[in-house]
């Protein structure tokens, strides 16, 4: 159930952006050496990523509580491998391969964002192989 609570706050942080929200947006998008932003996602499209993250923690629980369906399975393993190319990251701005390290969100995305990409990634791998 870990799983499905953190995948939910994210989402709710996403919520949160969309309303004006500014607490962690600097550390959440990648920027150039100087500090500019590399994108601007729209309020549309944070809400849009809050409702897709609400859709994952939705196939967690279902993983956890022991959904067996195929739809669910797949999903299982898509977000898995999905969250683990994020761990592996573009080889420029995120991931462990990243170029760009001297930046504040490359700071978080070594400490923070890799390493809980790992743990969400391997426990969605978990929860599809070993029912709860």
């Not at 420029?92 to 700071?107: A, D, H």
């Not at 890799?114 to 192989?129: A, D, E, M, W």
């Amino acid at each position: 159930m870990l799983l499905t609570y953190i995948i939910m706050l994210f989402a709710l942080i996403h919520f949160y952006w969309t309303f004006d929200g500014k607490f962690g947006l600097d550390k959440a998008l990648p920027t150039d050496a100087e500090g500019n932003r590399l994108f601007n996602p729209s309020k549309f499209m944070t809400f849009v990523v809050g409702f897709i993250l609400l859709g994952f923690s939705y196939v967690s629980y279902k993983l956890y509580t022991g959904d067996e369906s195929p739809i669910i399975v797949y999903a299982g393993y898509g977000l898995s491998i999905l969250f683990f190319l994020r761990v592996i990251g573009d080889f420029n701005l995120v991931g462990l391969f990243k170029k760009v390290k001297s930046t504040e969100f490359s700071k978080y995305d070594t400490w923070v964002y890799i390493p809980l990409f790992l743990f969400i990634s391997i426990n969605f791998l978990f929860l599809v192989n070993y029912k709860c």
